[in-house]
């Protein structure tokens, strides 16, 4: 929470930006050292967003919503890794899956089984494996 503290724990990182920060408790697989991210949102990056550690600022992911794919795929999430995070009720599910730019868009993969879930409102995050969903780390974003 070091970084939402840095902010004066507000969700947007000026005032003139769209960007936010995410707290990880976790981290992410593979980074659990990162834990507080910027979500940095620019038209030129549309659809996709970036996702930068600010503890490692040379880390840093590009993440699109699963949701422009499968319009529904909050829905395959189970609830209990909504509730976890406290999203229920009035809070609207959101999730990000981390993306890799391929050579061609055709080559173009998403990491659907492995999701960043949000909850807006709290501003905090975490990374889980769905083992179950049939989704793949490389599903194809064309």
Not at 17 to 37: A, Q
Not at 121 to 141: A, P, Y
Request: proline share 5%.
């Amino acid at each position: 929470m070091k970084a939402m503290r840095a902010y004066g724990q507000t969700r947007q990182v000026n005032s003139e930006s769209r960007d936010v920060v995410i707290h990880f408790e976790e981290g992410l697989i593979g980074f659990s050292e990162c834990k507080d991210f910027v979500l940095k949102e620019a038209d030129y990056l549309a659809p996709f967003r970036l996702l930068q550690s600010l503890e490692s600022p040379a880390r840093a992911f590009l993440v699109l919503e699963p949701t422009k794919l499968v319009t529904n795929y909050c829905d395959l999430v189970p609830a209990r890794e909504w509730e976890s995070l406290g999203v229920s009720g009035k809070i609207k599910p959101r999730a990000f899956v981390i993306v890799v730019i391929g050579s061609t868009p055709e080559f173009s993969t998403g990491n659907f089984q492995a999701p960043l879930l949000i909850n807006d409102e709290k501003m905090i995050g975490k990374q889980v494996i769905l083992t179950d969903s049939g989704f793949s780390v490389r599903h194809r974003l064309l």
